[in-house]
């Protein structure tokens, strides 16, 4: 499907937000893209445990991924985040 609007394009690393559970019992995982815009807003959160990927998950473009249809293997997998890392502030 192609990008419009704001939607983020090309390939850019992504966390995955799907628990293992779902990962183990279905071909799609929930990701969001990780950009390294400055931009402050409150659907961004900024990455700060990681040592390989650095910035900002945008939540407000998660989506729906079949990781298999898109040959995307554990090999792909660069860094682990912690549920700390992940929790939201208000």
């Known amino acids: 499907m192609p990008s419009r ?16 559970l779902v990962c183990q019992t279905s071909n799609m995982t929930i990701v969001a893209p990780i950009s390294s815009t400055e931009r402050n807003f409150p659907m961004y959160h900024r990455l700060t445990s990681s040592q390989t990927v650095y ?8 989506m729906a991924l ?25």
């Open 66 to 90: 079949d990781l298999q249809a898109r040959y995307i293997t554990d090999e792909a997998i660069v860094d682990h985040v912690s549920h700390e890392e992940l929790e939201l502030k208000s």
């Open 5 to 20: 609007g704001h939607e983020q394009m090309n390939k850019r690393p992504a966390i995955a937000l799907s628990n293992d």
């Open 55 to 62: 910035g900002k998950v945008l939540l407000d473009q998660a």
